[in-house]
């Protein structure tokens, strides 16, 4: 059973609409506000034509401030920080000593020495602590500042009636701002594939600006979403979830140690060109053209969605997994994120998938996204 150490301000609200406050990262998070698959479909929708509103504040937020901690990020992630200007985010890996991924995170840079490092459920607080140890750089574990994160088309629209300048926030782009009368750092960064953002606050103004967003938003279709409609949104945009996709949750059947590399999992786009020193450097470089596996994508045939953890199988022989699958009925799309051999990861390639009932069902490989493929949406101007 796992201990939930951490708690969210907004636990009272999950609460009053159903919510069933389960384990993420340690904290009681809002997986479900009922298991219907109506509320799954409607809260799906909701982000794709409208927003929705999500408690994403399981996420670890960590300060680290002081003339060394670029040096302490440079060290323990694979991008060049000192090309990041204050104002500005970027996406990450962080590997181990094997040069195999432990962990992603947004790196903000809030102003010359002054950085907040976001991560999920790997062991990169971990890693940044050995990178600091000795170095003059405060690492400050911050649970009270608290993320929402509002997604959708309509979402720059809401924000632009409170927010002077919003809808020249570039992605993943950061402006420190007011909103309904309080301190707010807004990004311009999510984990849906929509133009949306993610809402800092402190966790004493977290429940009256998640209540003056939902009342205020109402009319333009913004509501509550469930934690569990990201893997939805996800599946869709190619945004890997830690452990979810990986080793540690699908063990390799040869018994080799848990642990993919980013040219595995698609992810060698983390490392700045050109970047050594970090750690696991050498051996990340060392791992390409050894490609175990590869993450890629599944088109089904029909309306029957994968099951989480299917048999992916190639000529009746059982050749991989479908890490997670999903339905739209808004695209008329049945896809999903497999683990599945280097010379099946072709488009084309014709495959079966079969759910733990025995269903088979007949599928392709296709490159991800499925959804906005060019990443018009997630990156438009004005």
Same mark, same amino acid.
């Given at each position: 059973m796992a201990i939930i150490y951490r708690t969210s301000a907004l636990a009272q609200r999950h609460a009053e609409i159903g919510g069933e406050l389960e384990d993420w990262n340690g904290m009681g998070t809002a997986w479900f506000y009922d298991h219907s698959d109506e509320r799954a479909k409607a809260d799906y929708e909701a982000v794709r034509t409208k927003a929705g509103l999500m408690d994403v504040s399981g996420l670890k937020k960590i300060h680290l401030s002081g003339p060394h901690a670029a040096a302490v990020i440079d060290r323990a992630t694979t991008r060049n920080v000192d090309k990041l200007m204050p104002g500005r985010a970027v996406y990450a890996a962080m590997l181990d000593d094997r040069g195999l991924f432990i962990d992603d995170c947004v790196i903000y840079r809030l102003s010359v020495n002054?950085?907040?490092?976001?991560?999920?459920?790997?062991? /990169?607080?971990?890693? *940044? @602590?050995?990178?600091?140890?000795?170095?003059?750089v405060s690492m400050i574990f911050d649970d009270d500042l608290h993320d929402m994160s509002l997604q959708g088309p309509v979402a720059v629209d809401f924000l632009a009636k409170h927010?002077? /300048?919003?809808?020249? *926030? @570039?992605?993943f782009g950061i402006i420190q701002t007011k909103l309904f009368g309080m301190p707010v750092m807004i990004s311009r960064t999510g984990y849906t594939g929509e133009r949306g953002y993610e809402i800092f606050c402190e966790g004493r103004h977290a429940i009256a600006l998640w209540d003056a967003i939902l009342e205020d938003g109402k009319d333009m279709g913004i509501r509550p979403v469930q934690f569990s409609t990201l893997d939805l949104l996800r599946t869709e945009s190619y945004l890997l979830?830690?452990?979810?996709?990986?080793?540690?949750?699908?063990?390799?059947?040869?018994?080799?140690?848990?642990?993919?590399?980013?040219?595995?999992?698609?992810?060698?786009?983390?490392?700045?060109?050109?970047?050594?020193?970090?750690r696991g450097a050498e051996n990340h470089y060392a791992l390409e053209g050894k490609e175990r596996f590869k993450i890629y994508g599944v088109r089904l045939e029909g309306t029957t969605a994968a099951d989480e953890g299917a048999d992916l199988l190639k000529d009746g022989e059982k050749v991989g997994v479908v890490t997670y699958g999903m339905r739209s009925d808004l695209f008329d799309h049945t896809v999903g994120i497999a683990r599945m051999p280097v010379e099946c990861a072709t488009p084309g390639t014709k495959m079966t998938v079969r759910n733990g009932d025995g269903t088979e069902i007949p599928c392709v490989a296709e490159e991800m996204p499925f959804y906005d493929k060019d990443k018009a949406i997630r990156t438009a101007k004005g």
């Open positions: 002054n950085w907040l490092l976001v991560h999920g459920t790997g062991t /990169g607080h971990e890693s *940044l @602590a050995m990178a600091a140890y000795g170095k003059n927010v002077p /300048g919003i809808r020249d *926030l @570039a992605y979830f830690y452990p979810g996709d990986n080793s540690e949750t699908y063990p390799f059947e040869n018994g080799a140690a848990c642990g993919d590399s980013l040219w595995e999992l698609g992810l060698e786009f983390t490392v700045s060109p050109g970047k050594t020193g970090f």
